[in-house]
């Protein structure tokens, strides 16, 4: 089945800045990545998905790689700011086939104002 | 609209005794997920339902593990003889369909074995 690694599992910047989490998967057949945001005590929220005829994509200050050879992906949020503190996961899936997901382990991301 | 909706929020119960957890989908969802998230962990597939067919049941952890869903609507997922490794936040989610569609994720149910 399919595994998905996800890295780091904590990320501390400077508010301003910019953060990069890096996720790999094992699977070739997956073509679906969302990320999901999950702030303390809440639910899991999508804030960025690609599909895999997809290199890149953008969403305002959040932008998603995705690298099918090498088989791993990347989110990148830029001019980071309190707010976006939480705990992020990755994950992987094969859209049509269950679409079930297969998530990262989380980084959880502190934004230092 | 009304988003995915889980009951109990919260549910402690003693070893061994049976727990049953209740998702209500987004309306209109055929497809229906539930996740096991361990404290400090990443979320782990247990089972999928798409419309009336048979259900996906290769995440289930063992066979105490179960889950039914009545057509396209509520969905129960059961635990028998419930151990302490149980203790987790269970999720449920639902999409439009199976296919590249975002899941929505309801509040969890929070169960802790004593």
């Known amino acids: 089945g399919e595994n998905v690694e996800q890295h780091p599992s904590t990320l501390s910047v400077q508010e301003g800045d910019s953060a990069v989490i890096k996720c790999t998967y094992s699977d070739s057949a997956s073509n679906y990545f969302p990320w999901y945001k999950q702030e303390l005590g809440k639910r899991p929220q999508l804030i960025i998905d690609?599909?895999?005829?997809?290199g890149e994509k953008k969403d305002q200050r959040i932008a998603v790689t995705l690298n099918k050879t090498a088989k791993h992906f990347s989110l990148h949020i830029t001019e980071t700011q309190p707010e976006d503190s939480a705990v992020y996961f990755c994950?992987?899936?094969?859209?049509?086939?269950?679409?079930?997901?297969?998530f990262g382990g989380g980084t959880r991301l502190m934004v230092k104002p | 609209g009304a988003g995915v909706s889980q009951s109990p929020s919260n549910k402690v119960t003693e070893k061994g005794k049976d727990v049953e957890l209740r998702c209500d989908p987004i309306s209109g969802h055929t497809a229906l997920y539930w996740y096991r998230q361990r404290l400090g962990q990443g979320l782990e597939f247990l089972i999928y339902f798409q419309g009336n067919s048979a259900p996906d049941k290769s995440g289930l952890p063992s066979d105490r593990f179960s889950a039914e869903r009545t057509g396209e609507s509520v969905s129960t997922l059961t635990i028998q003889r419930t151990q302490q490794e149980d203790s987790a936040v269970y999720l449920c989610a639902s999409s439009r369909t199976s296919a590249y569609n975002e899941q929505f994720f309801g509040p969890g149910t929070r169960l802790t074995v004593l």
């Open positions: 994950a992987a899936s094969r859209a049509g086939a269950g679409n079930m997901l297969t």
């Open positions: 690609i599909r895999s005829n997809v």
